[in-house]
């Protein structure tokens, strides 16, 4: 199991100061009711670890032996051990013990460098006071699904399954390397001539200083035709829908309305969430990870999926595609800091292997953590020989980690059927999670067959710049 080494911490803003402050507060066990017959204690139960993470944990009064270890995403470093409350609720209800830690609140919320090791010493510390459990199954969204990834990969012996929900599965470079594509489209194309810094954000407001221009940016653009183009070929490199919360799904050649709401995601801020993580994985891996030196952008379009909007937005706005793309392999001079490369490959990827089964799912229209991650993940599980472990759903609605409780216990009771049995069968089927999310009455389901593009992404690997550049 490989632990991540720790790092010096680095320098916060006030808030997050104060934030992990409130983390680090020492070892409290709340007063719970007396022991039963089978020694299981029940209640809440909270702890402090020694690289100063905390956990909780919630344990029913009636125990079913299963215990859950929940893995939170990208944000502050708080102990959290369910999805949502509803959840919390539903699973306790149904006797599910649950367990999470905040990761180390020292040093970036982009925690890839603690969280695992944290997660497994969480499970050693809520075991040593609840009694060994039945069964062990790790639960992870957004960057905790890529902590729920690592934990499937390294957890054979301490945890029997893992689902994931929202998991930014393809890693750490590949989300800064296609993120890049997309900011540096924009910088290049709408703000011609202009310095706007990308990479290597000093302070938290550097990052947020170059969201603001390139947000600017694209709301000034968009009352154009030409404008509109440039937005969709930014929008293809960032992998991202065009379908929008509150919207109709246009239809498949609307290619004005598949832009107007890409362009919606961006109105809303994205890049703020984006330009934020970056300065946070760059916190935590030392550097830049990121590069887009040898990158030749005409290809990179030809591999995605929005290609045939962008090429019909820009006929109708008479502008050459061509030479945008020219222009922007001529100009891609990024360069990655291989020492942060490095640090990435080690704490930041998933999908090396498998040592118990996985189920991922995720929503068709994410606009943080793109669907076609699953893609690529995929790839990289079959590539070592363990795509039989991993199966993975998806649900048919716009938004990240936008899962119902209903779709949640049922991927859980899923990937308990392949646990207890040793198979898949037919349990994380579409129609079959969509038959077991409906029948427990709770709030809906939306389960579809699908199956999701690749990630366009023009790197090979997520681990060289050499190999990308060649």
């Known amino acids: 199991m490989p632990a991540g080494t720790r790092r010096p911490r680095t320098s916060r803003t006030r808030l997050r100061v104060a934030l992990a402050a409130l983390a680090c507060a020492a070892l409290v066990t709340l007063p719970l009711p007396a022991a039963q017959a089978d020694a299981t204690a029940t209640g809440r139960l909270t702890g402090t670890l020694p690289d100063g993470a905390t956990w909780i944990a919630d344990v029913p009064d009636h125990w079913n032996g299963t215990l859950l270890l929940f893995s939170h995403g990208f944000g502050p470093t708080v102990a959290a051990n369910a999805p949502t409350g509803a959840v919390r609720t539903e699973l306790l209800a149904q006797g599910y013990a649950m367990a999470g830690s905040s990761y180390d609140p020292h040093g970036s919320m982009w925690a890839l460098d603690s969280a695992e090791r944290d997660q497994f010493a969480t499970l050693d510390a809520v075991t040593a006071k609840i009694g060994a459990p039945r069964r062990t199954l790790a639960v992870g969204q957004s960057m905790g699904g890529l902590v729920n990834a690592q934990l499937a990969r390294d957890g054979g012996g301490r945890i029997d399954g893992a689902l994931g929900q929202c998991g930014l599965v393809a890693g750490g470079t590949d989300l800064d390397n296609y993120q890049l594509d997309a900011e540096y489209t924009i910088a290049r194309l709408l703000l011609p001539g202009q310095d706007v810094p990308l990479v290597r954000f000093g302070t938290a407001a550097d990052a947020s200083a170059t969201a603001a221009r390139l947000t600017k940016a694209v709301t000034d653009a968009q009352s154009t035709p030409r404008g509109r183009a440039r937005i969709a070929l930014a929008a293809a490199f960032l992998n991202l829908p065009a379908w929008a ?226």
């Open 245 to 470: 919360p509150g919207a109709d799904r246009p239809a498949p050649d609307d290619w004005a309305g598949r832009q107007e709401q890409q362009y919606a995601w961006f109105a809303q801020g994205i890049l703020a969430f984006v330009e934020g993580g970056r300065y946070a994985v760059e916190q935590s891996v030392g550097g830049n990870n990121s590069w887009n030196r040898g990158v030749d952008y005409a290809r990179l379009l030809d591999g995605s999926v929005y290609a045939p909007q962008v090429r019909a937005l820009y006929r109708a706005a008479g502008l050459d595609l061509r030479a945008d793309l020219r222009t922007l392999t001529k100009d891609a001079v990024i360069t990655a800091d291989p020492a942060a490369v490095r640090t990435a490959r080690r704490t930041s990827t998933a999908g090396q292997g498998l040592d118990v089964p996985l189920l991922d799912v995720h929503t068709t229209a994410d606009h943080l953590v793109p669907v076609e991650q699953e893609n690529r993940f995929a790839a990289r599980v079959r590539a070592a020989g363990d795509g039989a472990l991993l199966r993975q759903a998806y649900v048919e609605r716009q938004g990240h980690c936008a899962f119902t409780t209903a779709e949640t216990v049922a991927a859980l009771h899923a990937l308990e059927h392949r646990v207890a049995t040793g198979r898949w069968d037919d349990a994380a089927t579409p129609a079959a999670l969509q038959r077991s999310a409906t029948a427990l009455g709770l709030d809906g389901a939306a389960y579809v067959l699908y199956r999701p593009a690749p990630l366009t992404v023009g790197r090979d690997g997520p681990t060289s710049p050499a190999r990308s550049a060649s």
